[in-house]
């Protein structure tokens, strides 16, 4: 007898309607495995649910959370490329009709629903849920209270989630968290609410709860966006002194809004900080640095730092590679900056149109046209569309050069008719001329 072949066997479990229906944890438990390897397709989840809402077994509720959640965290795959999309349909399939009678959903169940849309980008649906579950009755507690404050934050009513952290949790009688603060803080700043966000952080401890460290990170994020460095130095030495250790995002957003500034000397001095704390620097500490001292023409400086940072197990990534070259561009150190695009290139770093902009501008700009053409052919066998700016660069410089032309033209034809041409190649006025456009 002819033995089967391993593949005509190795089909979905969930498409084989011949075997004997599993046990639903079991079922559940291996189709989770499958999320998380990234080889579930939204075919496969619904074979599945068919084949729940087949038995006349109930669902295990520990069983249905572990799938919801691993797809709610799942990122997109080949095989699935909106898992939080696909919990939720799922779970509406399993409130209705035959789905109901096998599946009881309980607060956990709906807290990961309601995480589900916050990162599917559907706040409408989280609200929805909430209020789903105030209608069942059932006990609410903070994680359900943190993803509807998530998702109010997410649609951009902060106000409404401010009166929900301070007066309707509260009358539930649900305390709140670090967590709940954290996030309407961070809404607040979303929607350039900056003085309720900070109001709201010094209520804080009036409230029995302490700032952590993504408190008070968020503020000085937020200070430093705004370019209050001052206020937000002293958040700072107020973090160290409640005993709360400052960590790579904190130093990160200083030296960033220093350099933003153009205050690369107070930026030097927090990375000497930053260092002398035992904070190890990132790739961006690293690019915000470098950026800093190039905005100074201190190129040099920033690329002793640049050849350090694969030392430091930091490999360069598009946005250092970026920085340099726009420092070089900025100074006409065209050699620098085609051996560091060429090395670029041999490092396996793809450039964006970012990186091509910043090479077509430079050339453009000191009139080597040729270079600037070829680069654009380059950019464009490279795979990169170019965008807007890359055709206003060419456009604007050709119209440039297509304009001295122009000039150059008219001003021998103007020469010709006024002084003959044999008088041409005499005239003071003419080369005085030349010189004017050749200069």
């Not at 700043?189 to 900070?198: I, L, M, N, Q, S």
Request: glycine share 6%; proline share 4%; charged share 20%.
């Amino acid at each position: 007898m002819p033995t089967a072949r391993l593949s005509s066997i190795s089909t979905s479990s969930f498409r084989a309607p011949s075997r004997k229906p599993r046990a639903p944890l079991a079922a559940l438990a291996a189709a989770t495995e499958r999320v998380r390897a990234g080889t579930l397709s939204r075919e496969d989840a619904h074979h599945l649910f068919d084949e729940l809402q087949g038995q006349a077994a109930a669902v295990p509720e520990r069983g249905l959370n572990n799938f919801l959640a691993a797809l709610a965290r799942a990122p997109p795959s080949s095989a699935c490329s909106d898992g939080p999309g696909l919990a939720f349909a799922l779970f509406n399939r399993m409130s209705r009709g035959a789905g109901a009678r096998v599946v009881s959903p309980t607060l956990c169940t709906y807290s990961i629903l309601m995480d589900c849309c916050c990162r599917a980008g559907r706040p409408d649906l989280v609200v929805a849920f909430f209020g789903r579950l105030l209608r069942l009755g059932l006990r609410l507690n903070v994680i359900s209270f943190n993803n509807l404050l998530k998702g109010l934050c997410q649609a951009k009513r902060s106000n409404e989630a401010l009166d929900m952290l301070l007066h309707r949790m509260p009358e539930l009688d649900c305390a709140p968290d670090v967590f709940s603060f954290n996030i309407v803080i961070n809404g607040c700043f979303r929607e350039g609410e900056v003085d309720k966000a900070c109001n709201l952080f010094h209520e804080m401890p009036q409230l029995g709860v302490q700032p952590d460290v993504v408190t008070y990170n968020s503020i000085i994020i937020a200070l430093s966006r705004a370019g209050a460095m001052g206020k937000a130095e002293v958040v700072l030495r107020q973090m160290v002194d409640k005993g709360i250790g400052p960590d790579v995002m904190t130093y990160n957003s200083l030296i960033h809004g220093y350099s933003t500034l153009g205050q690369w000397k107070a930026a030097v001095r927090v990375f000497k900080e930053m260092v002398s704390v035992g904070v190890l620097p990132n790739a961006v500490t690293l690019n915000s640095f470098m950026d800093s001292l190039c905005k100074h023409r201190r190129t040099k400086e920033a690329r002793d730092i640049f050849d350090s940072m694969a030392a430091k197990g930091h490999k360069p990534n598009i946005a250092s590679y970026s920085t340099m070259l726009n420092g070089y561009a900025k100074q006409g150190c065209f050699d620098d900056m085609t051996g560091l695009f060429n090395s670029m290139l041999q490092n396996g770093v793809v450039p964006n149109h970012h990186i091509f902009n910043i090479l077509i501008n430079a050339y453009a700009k000191r009139g080597l046209m040729d270079e600037a053409m070829h680069m654009f052919e380059v950019m464009r066998q490279q795979g990169v569309n170019p965008d807007v700016f890359s055709y206003q660069i060419v456009m604007d410089s050709l119209c440039k050069w297509v304009g001295w032309m122009l000039l150059w033209t008219n001003l021998i034809r103007w020469s010709i008719k006024e002084f003959h041409l044999t008088k041409l190649f005499t005239n003071a006025w003419f080369w005085v001329l030349v010189l004017m456009v050749i200069l």
